[in-house]
């Protein structure tokens, strides 16, 4: 297994020196903190301290109350994340690590944790069975056996992992039924990007052990990460049977099935995750934006109203806003929607082509609507149509005109 002793077994030093400067000078400059009061960043400097000579339990509150403030803080997070682990709390680092992942998914260090993390809980629940298999009467094979196994666990906390898959494969050559050597070789498998490989092992455990189904999940992760969309749906699905609580699975089949265009389906789990968690501001968008793509823009609506009140200042919901008001034959609406789009960002081409073609399409709405007025002899109306024109094409001396003639047929000289 992973060493577990100190933090900087998760992560490697240069990697831990790179995040607590992160931290620390995120908590003294970052713009979205001016706020903030003078203790803040002894707070973040004492924390580090903590951290620095591995006093985990002590450090713990203080990212956690820096995190309270700063609940993006990736740097922070990581950081409690690997003194949870060397507590020995999997369940509350995994949530970090997956907290971590939601916000960059790209972040290979949270990776590792995760999967350090996940790793210990599986031999957590495979102890009875582990200790089961110990107490036989021991042989030259099962001495041999856990002689290797032994060497494959040292090479791997050193990353020499093409050693260790050679005597992992060895063993499970042996003894295929060998839980903790197949579990291992998936690890490195999965660790090395051999997605499909790793699914192979993890299909296997999981039928074998059906009680367990932490392997439909790990089953489940690898066949998305190999890019298998409809086989890594069906695990993610089974797994959520047998686990209906873990709202990060339920939210991970929802990002899988909006990126691969599954946008139906999505709705349904992105709803379901966001009774449980509706401050999640960006699996909302995503909520909002699958409704969008997939044309129900009067359900999109609502989402995105309430996150216009959560988050004024994104662009990106003034933008989707205008478009279902477009959609929705609301112009005017759609008009305002891309107008408080603009004064978020002046250069977006999405938002100037549209208001562009809208206005064009508004004043032609108007000049239609005034002469529609005028078949039915509405002069009322067929004068303040032609005036809103003028307001908007001060030029035209043809409406003005116009205008001019409507009022004389009112005789309203």
């Known amino acids: 297994m992973f060493e577990r002793r100190r933090p900087l077994k998760v992560l490697s030093v240069s990697s831990l020196w790179r995040l607590a400067w992160i931290c620390l000078f995120g908590a003294i400059s970052s713009p979205s903190l001016t706020a903030q009061t003078p203790s803040d960043s002894e707070l973040v400097v004492q924390a580090l301290n903590y951290y620095r000579t591995g006093s985990c339990k002590e450090a713990e509150p203080l990212f956690e109350k820096i995190l309270l403030r700063q609940p993006k803080n990736i740097a922070v997070r990581k950081l409690l994340a690997c003194c949870l682990i060397q507590d020995k709390k999997m369940e509350e680092a995994r949530a970090q690590f997956q907290l971590v992942l939601h916000d960059s998914p790209q972040d290979m260090e949270a990776f590792a944790g995760l999967r350090t993390a996940t790793t210990e809980l599986q031999s957590r629940e495979e102890l009875k069975q582990t200790l ?3 107490s036989r009467a021991v042989t030259a094979e099962p001495l041999r056996s856990s002689h290797e196994f032994k060497q494959a666990e040292e090479r791997i906390k050193v990353r020499r992992l093409d050693e260790a898959e050679k005597i992992l494969q060895g063993i499970v050559s042996r003894h295929p039924d060998s839980v903790r050597a197949r579990r291992r070789l998936a690890e490195i498998y999965s660790t090395t990007r051999r997605f499909a490989k790793a699914a192979e092992i993890y299909r296997d455990l999981a039928q074998a052990r059906k009680a367990s189904s932490v392997y439909l999940r790990l089953l489940a992760q690898n066949l998305e990460w190999d890019g298998n969309v409809p086989e890594a749906t069906l695990y993610y699905r089974r797994y959520l049977d047998r686990n209906p609580r873990d ?8 990002n899988l099935l909006m990126r691969n265009g599954h946008y139906s389906e999505a709705t349904q789990y992105y709803r ?9 501001a960006t699996a909302r968008l995503n909520l909002a934006h699958a409704w969008v793509w997939s044309k129900h823009y009067g359900e999109a609506v609502p989402e995105l109203q309430r996150l216009q009140l959560q ?6 919901i003034h933008l989707a806003l205008a478009e279902c008001y477009q959609q929705l034959s609301a112009p005017d609406l759609a008009l305002q929607s891309y107008e408080k789009a603009l004064e978020l960002d002046p250069t977006n081409p999405v938002a100037l082509e549209a208001r562009t073609l809208l206005r064009r399409a508004l004043d032609e709405l108007r000049r239609q609507n005034a002469f529609a007025a005028l078949e039915r002899n509405d002069f009322h109306a ?10 908007k094409h001060p030029e035209s001396t043809e409406t003005m005109l116009q205008i001019a ?5 009112a005789k309203h000289y």
């Open 405 to 409: 003639r409507v009022h004389s047929w």
């Open 311 to 316: 988050t004024p200042r994104d662009a990106r």
């Open 247 to 254: 709202q990060m699975a339920r939210l991970s089949l929802a």
């Open 382 to 391: 067929a004068a303040k149509h032609f005036t809103q024109y003028l307001q």
């Open 272 to 280: 379901q995750y966001l009774e449980k968690k509706p401050d999640d």
């Open 132 to 134: 089961a298999i110990e």
